[in-house]
């Protein structure tokens, strides 16, 4: 166990159904993440929580929606998805905006 | 040109081997760099950690960081099974910095 728990593990999803992604951390750490990666291309950040604030949103489509509750939960909601947003999605935590501890993962597919 | 290159493989060796695995980049301003390690089905676990220019040695990895060629290396000696799995690099510019992967590569070693 990383410290870092995803659900679900997998998802699938139709273009029109709207899902939620959730991540929790017990490691005490205030910043939170979300990546994207998909095959044969670099992880990508999506969005950057630090004390519960979002300090970073990379251009990110609107049908993904963060929300971070507090500093130990981060959540990812789904709507209108394509099929080309199917990948793994990663969550991960970090004690200084630094090293990431990232969590096993969702990986979604859109039909 | 990309920040961050690094060759995706697949890299397949003999159990025993002494593996090299290896990260170019552009950007002088990196300072931070990290090795990931992440199995199939599992997010990427941080695997070492190095600042600035040198070696840095943990068991049977070693991991290298030469400014000047804007080159790092992760060695793995007597390689086991159990280190199959796909290795990204990862850098940053700063203790905030964003923290820029490669694509990774894939490590396959045969018994």
């Known amino acids: 166990e990383t410290g870092v728990t995803q659900t679900p593990r997998h998802l699938v999803m139709g273009m029109t159904n709207k899902k939620s992604l959730k991540c929790e951390q017990h490691?005490?750490?205030?910043?939170m993440y979300w990546y994207k990666q998909s095959a044969k291309k670099p992880l990508e950040l999506m969005f950057v929580?630090?004390?519960?604030?979002?300090?970073e949103n990379n251009s990110v489509p609107s049908r993904f929606s963060p929300e971070c509750p507090n500093s130990s939960h981060l959540f990812l909601h789904l709507h209108t998805l394509q099929p080309e947003d199917s990948a793994l999605y990663l969550c991960?935590?970090?004690?200084?905006?630094?090293?990431?501890?990232f969590g096993a993962g969702t990986r979604l597919s859109v039909l | 040109q990309k920040e961050v290159e690094q060759d995706p493989g697949p890299l397949s060796v003999p159990e025993g081997a002494i593996v090299s695995l290896n990260c170019t980049y552009s950007n002088s301003a990196f300072q931070y760099f990290m090795w990931y390690r992440q199995y199939s089905r599992k997010g990427p676990e941080l695997l070492m950690y190095?600042?600035?220019?040198g070696n840095k040695e943990d068991g049977r990895f070693t991991a290298q960081v030469d400014k000047s060629s804007k080159y790092i290396s992760l060695f793995i000696r007597d390689s086991q099974p159990s280190d199959s799995a796909t290795y990204l690099c990862a850098m940053a510019t700063g203790s905030q910095g964003n923290l820029i992967f490669g694509k990774g590569t894939k490590l396959s070693v045969k018994p």
């Open positions: 929580y630090n004390f519960k604030e979002q300090t």
């Open positions: 991960a935590s970090s004690p200084a905006d630094r090293e990431r501890y």
């Open positions: 190095t600042y600035s220019s």
């Open positions: 490691l005490g750490h205030n910043a």
